[in-house]
């Protein structure tokens, strides 16, 4: 079991092989954290596809819109939705995007992050100061590191559930 110092603040990612314990990081990135535990409460990222996948690279899902839908003929479709709130803001830190911290995923607008995130599988330093990281995996990090390749998956790995660890 993971030591989990702040149960309001850790996330639970339950995956098929096992859970993924995430410290959020609230004093780096309120907002971000905030809305992943705010979706996390409300369901919406459970059943959601890991809909782009690069080896040696990152693990990237949260995509509320449309990365739920059974038919894989469309997951092409994940990865360009969000949330039905606000963008968030950035709020880039001088964090590194180490092995696996977890980072907003947005489009070339730096505020233009809502519910779609990734989990690095390596040190992805050109990634610092431009993408915001908000957490960090501290149990399960071997869970991540064996979800289906591919942009998208042919048979993509989903989040079973995501839970914040103060409701669990």
């Known amino acids: 079991m993971a030591d989990i110092k702040d149960p309001e603040n850790t996330i639970i990612i339950e995956l ?11 004093d780096v990135a309120p907002q971000h ?18 809909h782009r996948v690069i080896d040696g690279f990152m693990a990237q899902t949260g995509d509320v819109a449309n990365g ?11 990865g360009t939705g969000g949330s039905d709130h606000p963008n968030v803001p950035a709020e880039f830190s001088k964090l590194p995007h180490s092995r696996g ?4 995923a947005r489009s070339a607008n730096p505020d233009s992050a809502n519910s779609q ?3 690095n599988f390596k040190d992805n330093d050109f ?16 869970h991540v590191d064996n979800i289906a390749r591919g942009e998208p998956p042919m048979n993509p ?4 559930s995501m839970k914040v660890a103060a409701d669990a």
């Open 16 to 26: 098929q092989d096992g859970p993924v314990t995430i410290e959020l990081l609230p």
């Open 33 to 50: 954290c905030a809305r992943m535990k705010e979706l996390a409460r409300a369901g919406a990222y459970d059943n959601v596809c890991f």
């Open 68 to 78: 739920n839908m059974e038919n894989n003929f469309n997951i092409r479709a994940a």
């Open 101 to 104: 911290t977890i980072g907003a």
């Open 117 to 119: 995130f990734f989990i």
């Open 127 to 142: 990634l610092n100061g431009q993408y915001t990281v908000y957490g960090r995996v501290i149990e399960g990090m071997e």
């Open 157 to 160: 790995d989903r989040m079973i």
